[in-house]
């Protein structure tokens, strides 16, 4: 699965992915939360956590950025991951809602190369009115 960061895309490395209701003892773990999970399942743990997987359900369902938000402002520092079926036009708001990188599937790769991920290139959305509007 390509990962896509700021910087464009990048290839994972394997994870030993555990499950958030019965974490081992230990640091530098990953888990994945379903996008509508309850934040307080991880919060006593967040220090342990070097990598959390947000798995969004829908292109239309924007749980998972709420609980990227969530899991920021309760301190989570680690790596903060959504994967699932979002669009680069989903990814300046999933890198506002904290994440710093989204996994998408070969497929979407191919629909939507690196080129339409790479975060510097885009004006903000009042920027591109205001310039419709100069002149």
Known sequence: MPIVTPRGFCKDEPHDWQDPASLPAGTGLAVELPGDADPALVAG??????????????????????????????????????????????????LQSGFDEVEIDQAQAARQPEADWVAGQWPSYRRKLGLAFAG
Do not use: V, W
């Open 45 to 94: 743990r967040l220090g342990d956590l070097a990598l959390i997987r947000i798995r969004f359900a829908a292109f239309g369902d924007g749980r998972g950025f709420g609980l990227g938000r969530a899991l920021r402002e309760q301190g989570y520092q680690g790596r903060l991951r959504a994967a699932g079926p979002l669009i680069s036009d989903q990814f300046r708001h999933a």
